[in-house]
């Protein structure tokens, strides 16, 4: 612990950080540039994140890491070792004993409290940035609130596919001013954004944070006659049975075999503690041996 | 009668040089300004000056907008020109590539203008495009193809449908016929020249190309070095030119 200070960055780079947050707070949903900081990991792995992550973390703080929804995968563990072993703080798994929380492309499912913070892995912060190449131009099309472009990139879907085919980083609308990307969370938890938690997106790379604060307002952009629709796979998790959770679909053998899992691990294993059990599942327990 | 365009002693300077220098003069509803002049003389800065695209040193540039009348589009505020130039006015580029969204179907890209002002129902938009793809001689099965696809004609005519589906009062026009072959020329031109009397639009056309000026425009304004130098009616001018330089550019077309 006496080898990094408290969180691994120095106090003048998290005061740099913090100051972004708080003026991301203030104008929901705006871009705030920052000095993003070389991190002992690559971009893409969430740099963004773990300089937010390291600017809010305080010593009593207990942290947990999620990556597409799963605890215990490459991206996840190293995140929560990092700041177990930087910060010494207390780790867990369980969303509702967490109170900052990093994810990548997942909100929990269960629904997070006031007492918490969500911090996102951002790997493009910018919902125009595929449609006008420009920064410049996208700045002041977000001054200016010229948003028809994205609604150029839905037509585009629906007049290829039918419907609107973009399933994740689907744009919204925050507080009726700044159109924002979610982040590549699946469209399904985009309902959940307005939520009691803090939200605090990082880009590491693009270096920009922006945020939410509690209950704001997102609305998912679409057309009248093709209303936004939260979708997930048609089926309930074969593990924990649950019919309301965003799941992921796993190919089991080389027959055409499948499985439909919850992509929030903690969510999952909960349920089967209380004694759900999925269609393929196993009940509690009895899968130790 | 309030004229819908009042330019008043315009001048852009680039540094030492000159870029367009004292110009004045009125545009009315309905009518069809074309300026004509070598390459270098400054109608292209002229036109940028006019669309806001450059902002002039000085004069002003009043356009006689729906709510407040005649209002000076150098002084007002950039949300409000940029306003002006997605719903009143129009600007088709000499190259379609410039005025286009190359990576956006070209449903899309008529789509854009309109879901810009605030349109947000599909079927409307969709129904849109398609009425402008059949104006401009698109056919319909065409609309989900990127320009990419298109020839460069059809890229021309996809961005003239792009500019007026919002039905804008005012066009401007860079060189709208430059880079293609004469017999789709041609055909660009008849369309143009239908367009604007149907919709009653007024226009501004900058070409070095007097055939196209003699088709479309009203009036005339020849430029050399920054400066007017002759102003009329298009066929008092290019019949009988006055001034050296005009003289000089009508003899200098070659007859088939």
């Known amino acids: 612990m006496t080898e990094y200070n408290f969180a691994y960055l120095d106090e003048q780079t998290k005061r740099m950080i913090r100051r972004a947050i708080l003026k991301g707070l203030a104008i929901p949903g705006y871009q705030v540039p920052f000095a993003s900081r070389e991190m002992p990991m690559p971009y893409g792995w969430g740099t963004g994140g773990v300089q937010v992550s390291a600017a809010v973390l305080i010593p009593d703080d207990t942290f947990k890491v999620i990556d597409q929804g799963a605890d215990d995968t490459t991206n996840a563990v190293s995140i929560r070792r990092f700041f177990e072993k930087t910060a010494g703080v207390a780790v867990t798994e369980a969303t509702r004993q967490a109170t900052v929380i990093q994810t990548r492309h997942r909100i929990p499912e269960e629904a997070l409290t006031e007492n918490q913070i969500l911090v996102y892995q951002v790997p493009i912060p910018e919902p125009l940035r595929f449609l006008e190449p420009s920064e410049v131009e996208t700045r002041k099309m977000h001054s200016l609130e010229e948003y028809g472009l994205m609604h150029v990139k839905l037509y585009e879907d629906i007049s290829k596919h039918g419907a609107i085919a973009t399933a994740y980083a689907y744009p919204v609308k925050v507080e009726g001013r700044y159109v924002m990307d979610p982040s590549p969370i699946p469209k399904f938890d985009n309902p959940k954004l307005e939520m009691a938690a803090i939200q605090i997106f990082g880009a590491g790379r693009e270096q920009r944070i922006y945020a939410l604060p509690p209950y704001t307002q997102v609305v998912s952009l679409d057309f009248d006659d093709y209303p936004f629709e939260a979708s997930k796979a048609d089926h309930a998790c074969d593990v924990c049975g649950a019919e309301d959770s965003y799941l992921d679909e796993l190919i089991v053998d080389d027959k055409g075999g499948r499985l439909f899992m919850c992509s929030d691990t903690d969510f999952c294993s909960s349920r089967r503690r209380e004694g759900h059990v999925g269609a393929q599942g196993i009940p509690y327990g009895e899968d130790a041996a | ?256």
């Open chain 2, 1 to 256: 009668m309030t004229p819908l365009l009042k330019v008043e002693g315009l001048s852009k300077f680039y540094g030492q040089r000159i870029g367009c220098s004292n110009i004045s003069f009125d545009l009315y509803a309905g009518e069809v300004m074309g300026i004509v002049g070598e390459s270098g003389s400054g109608k292209s800065t002229l036109l940028n000056c006019l669309a806001g695209h450059l902002t002039p040193d000085t004069g002003a540039v009043r356009f006689d907008t729906r709510t407040d009348g005649l209002r000076d589009t150098v002084t007002m505020s950039e949300p409000e020109r940029r306003m002006l130039s997605r719903t009143d006015w129009a600007f088709v580029h000499q190259h379609p590539r410039d005025g286009l969204r190359m990576n956006v179907s070209a449903g899309g890209n008529v789509g854009e203008r309109l879901m810009a002002v605030g349109s947000r129902h599909y079927g409307q938009i969709r129904e849109a495009a398609t009425d402008w793809l059949g104006r401009v001689e698109i056919n319909e099965d065409r609309i989900d193809d990127r320009p990419t696809a298109f020839s460069g004609g059809m890229q021309q005519r996809l961005q003239i449908a792009r500019n007026l589906v919002t039905g804008p009062r005012l066009v401007f026009m860079d060189e709208p016929t430059g880079g293609l072959d004469v017999s789709v020329q041609a055909r660009l031109l008849d369309l143009l020249r239908g367009l604007v009397r149907e919709m009653g639009l007024s226009a501004i056309i900058v070409t070095h190309d007097l055939a196209v000026v003699r088709l479309l425009a009203d009036r005339l304004m020849v430029m050399k070095d920054g400066h007017v130098v002759e102003t009329g009616l298009t066929d008092q001018v290019l019949d009988d030119p006055q001034h050296a330089y005009s003289q000089l550019l009508v003899s200098s077309v070659l007859q088939v």
